[in-house]
T-cell receptor, first 113, second 114 residues
């Protein structure tokens, strides 16, 4: 598969542990945030989103936390599985006339069996 | 199945030989966009389209062209490819041109220009 994440921050966890992936975003005016998962050789896949009027949102095994004061976003994955191994990106809607998502550089999550 | 389809998946070409990467979505999405992904630089927007016949430059448009003659198709054209356009390219679409909706991405096109 392709290597899409050279020089990335990495997180290595044991299967069954909880994972926390962090992201600092840049634009205080951003009002919508998304976490994407990218497996080797594939396009980014939507995981969960959150709007700026919320500070927490839960999905299946995933939780996103938003701290607008310090412009910080985190993704928590419960009971991490080998299939969770991937690069994870946060993205923000930085507004303007172009509905554009600005992506972070990504974090490589490796789950050890 | 709702999806964004890109072709080809892999392409090796020579400098200066015009090429087109196709992108098609079957979700009746208004918004479509092209990104390139490079190590250490992440995903950067090349061009986007808010709707049919409405296109505009993203952050790294130099050397690329696009067209949006139909809602479902958004081809990326490299008139005279150069080695610095070697990259992994993704097409993405979103339901509406404004508002907060996530992108659906294609599977990517790995382009090598020699």
């Amino acid at each position: 598969g392709e290597s899409v994440g050279l020089h990335l921050p990495t997180l290595s966890v044991q299967e069954g542990d909880n994972s926390i992936i962090n992201c600092a975003y840049s634009n205080s005016a951003s009002d919508y945030f998304i976490w994407y998962k990218q497996e080797s050789g594939k396009g980014p896949q939507f995981i969960i989103d959150i709007r700026s009027n919320m500070d927490k949102r839960q999905g299946q095994r995933v939780t996103v936390l938003l701290n607008k004061t310090v412009k910080h976003l985190s993704l928590q994955i419960a009971a991490t599985q080998p299939g969770d191994s991937a690069v994870y990106f946060c993205a923000e809607n930085s507004g303007g006339s172009n509905y554009k998502l600005t992506f972070g550089k990504g974090t490589l999550l490796t789950v050890n069996p | 199945e709702a999806q964004v389809t890109q072709n080809p998946r892999y392409l090796i070409t020579v400098t200066g030989k015009k090429l087109t990467v196709t992108c098609s979505q079957n979700m009746n999405h208004e918004y479509m966009s092209w990104y390139r992904q490079d190590p250490g630089l992440g995903l950067r927007q090349i061009y986007y389209s808010m709707n049919v016949e409405v296109t505009d430059k993203g952050d790294v448009p130099e050397g690329y062209k696009v067209s949006r003659k139909e809602k479902r198709n958004f081809p990326l054209i490299l008139e005279s490819p150069s080695p610095n356009q070697t990259s992994l390219y993704f097409c993405a679409s979103s339901l509406y041109a404004t508002g907060n909706y996530g992108y659906t991405f294609g599977s990517g096109t790995r382009l090598t220009v020699v």
